[in-house]
């Protein structure tokens, strides 16, 4: 895992992602940059530039959030028990520097893998191919 420090990821992010990479927070639906991109690419931590998503694995779930089928390697993230306001839920953070992404769900509609990797786009940075 990458180690950085708060103040330093402080300085690095704007407000609004340091809320939601390292405080679990939500960015609202329909309002954020990669809720209908439909082209190419691989998306990437915004912290630490670790491979999450490819863009051939998202979908239209129309919940305003980018979702994902499966996240871009078994290796690219890892889950957490989240027992929120919002009830039993299960957290998906980045495999290298433990950035909160989003959650993933077992109601995708894909029969690749049944899941909905329900992600915030503040979180990702977009490489296009």
């Given at each position: 895992?990458?180690?950085?420090?708060?103040?330093?990821?402080?300085?690095?992010l704007?407000?609004?992602?340091?809320?939601v990479?390292?405080?679990a927070?939500?960015?609202?639906?329909?309002?954020?940059?990669?809720w209908?991109y439909?082209?190419?690419g691989?998306?990437?931590?915004?912290?630490?530039?670790?491979?999450?998503f490819?863009?051939?694995?998202?979908?239209?779930?129309?919940?305003?959030?980018?979702?994902?089928?499966q996240?871009?390697?078994e290796?690219s993230?890892?889950?957490?028990?989240?027992n929120s306001?919002?009830?039993?839920?299960?957290?998906v953070?980045c495999?290298?520097?433990?950035s909160?992404?989003?959650?993933?769900?077992?109601?995708?509609?894909t029969?690749?893998?049944g899941?909905r990797?329900?992600?915030?786009?503040?979180?990702?940075?977009?490489?296009?191919?």
């Amino acid at each position: 895992m990458d180690h950085f420090s708060e103040s330093e990821l402080q300085e690095r992010l704007t407000p609004d992602e340091y809320h939601v990479l390292r405080e679990a927070g939500t960015e609202k639906p329909f309002e954020n940059e990669y809720w209908d991109y439909h082209g190419d690419g691989i998306f990437r931590c915004k912290v630490c530039g670790n491979k999450l998503f490819k863009a051939t694995d998202k979908f239209e779930s129309g919940t305003g959030w980018p979702s994902f089928d499966q996240p871009y390697s078994e290796d690219s993230v890892e889950y957490r028990e989240d027992n929120s306001i919002w009830g039993r839920r299960v957290e998906v953070v980045c495999a290298k520097c433990e950035s909160h992404l989003g959650h993933v769900f077992e109601d995708g509609p894909t029969e690749t893998t049944g899941k909905r990797y329900c992600m915030n786009s503040i979180c990702m940075d977009l490489e296009e191919e």
